[in-house]
């Protein structure tokens, strides 16, 4: 090994890996297989971690507390909003098999990461390639081509007239936090006595939930925004609650607990810092990479050659 800048080590910003989810989903494999933290890209597995267990206990609390690209999108829906006084509502018939996509891309990243082993993950993310992942990200970012900017501008546009278009079609991320808030003991309910039925609830709700119509919403779909319980003008009618846990031998009432608005920003505050502090203090937050590698590898980024793709070229 060379000595003076090679024995130094480079610490990649951290950050960039909350855009790199298949890392994330491929290191959390490696470490429930091993025990072992990966090496490499720890961050997203400890973003994944945090936000699969904010699904699990706030709803979908992510997409619509901490997403950037949720925030976007909302935006985007606001705009189309004020320009042309709503946004459109795709018909029912097309809107759930539209939302299956999302969970078709989900499929098939998970079929092709359950398909690799614990040593293959580890020489993945190893590889060139997965070394400067993340700079590939930020220059996909900086040097779009002209398809890149043509599907990006439909997708800005399709989302003024449909409200969180990406969210609600596409993004895989989501509809794996989706499934983790199945379990949520968390859920946003209505109580039929207090409903006044003026259906301001079911307008709000960014995922086109027929609020007005249930009791308790238990939907995948739902991302724990509580726009629907702001909008709600009859007091108690509308509120997120968690159930009430029965004692054996004491009597207890059965009314959920509820929760107000300010605990659910604070669990999500509680539960991202908690978790990445926690993994920043223990050393297990960056890419500790010798800095004459990443100096060497980062200008040829955009070269680097995905590992898998080189082994079917080098088969043929």
Not at 26 to 55: C, D, E, Q, W
Not at 88 to 114: C, E, H, M, Q, T
Not at 153 to 158: A, Q
Not at 269 to 293: C, E, Q
Request: with cysteine; aromatic share 12%.
């Amino acid at each position: 090994m060379e000595t003076g800048a090679a024995t130094t080590v480079a610490d990649p910003p951290a950050g960039i890996e909350g855009w790199l989810p298949i890392a994330g989903l491929m290191n959390l494999k490696y470490f429930l297989v091993t025990g072992h933290i990966p090496a490499m890209h720890p961050a997203a597995m400890f973003l994944l971690i945090t936000f699969l267990t904010m699904s699990f206990l706030l709803r979908k609390a992510f997409c619509s507390w901490v997403c950037p690209i949720g925030t976007i999108s909302e935006y985007l829906g606001l705009l189309g909003q004020k320009l042309f006084k709503g946004n459109l509502r795709i018909w029912r018939w097309l809107d759930i098999p539209l939302r299956g996509l999302k969970y078709l891309l989900l499929g098939f990243f998970v079929w092709a990461i359950s398909s690799m082993s614990a040593e293959a993950i580890a020489g993945f993310m190893q590889s060139d390639y997965g070394v400067v992942a993340g700079v590939k990200m930020l220059n996909f970012f900086r040097f779009l081509g002209g398809a890149g900017l043509l599907a990006l501008g439909i997708l800005v546009l399709v989302s003024v007239f449909v409200r969180n278009f990406w969210c609600r079609y596409l993004c895989p991320y989501g509809a794996l936090l989706g499934f983790a808030s199945l379990l949520s003991p968390l859920r946003i309910r209505r109580e039929p006595e207090s409903c006044i039925d003026c259906a301001k609830c079911a307008k709000a709700c960014p995922s086109n939930l027929p609020v007005d119509q249930l009791i308790t919403i238990k939907s995948a779909e739902c991302t724990g925004c509580l726009e629907c319980v702001a909008i709600c003008p009859a007091e108690g009618a509308l509120h997120a609650a968690l159930p009430q846990i029965s004692k054996p031998f004491v009597q207890t009432s059965k009314a959920p607990r509820r929760i107000p608005s300010w605990a659910m920003a604070a669990g999500v505050a509680v539960l991202f810092f908690g978790i990445v502090g926690y993994a920043k203090a223990v050393g297990f937050w960056s890419s500790h990479i010798p800095a004459a590698v990443y100096r060497q590898l980062v200008p040829h980024a955009n070269t680097a050659r995905h590992p898998m793709l080189g082994d079917a070229e080098i088969s043929r």
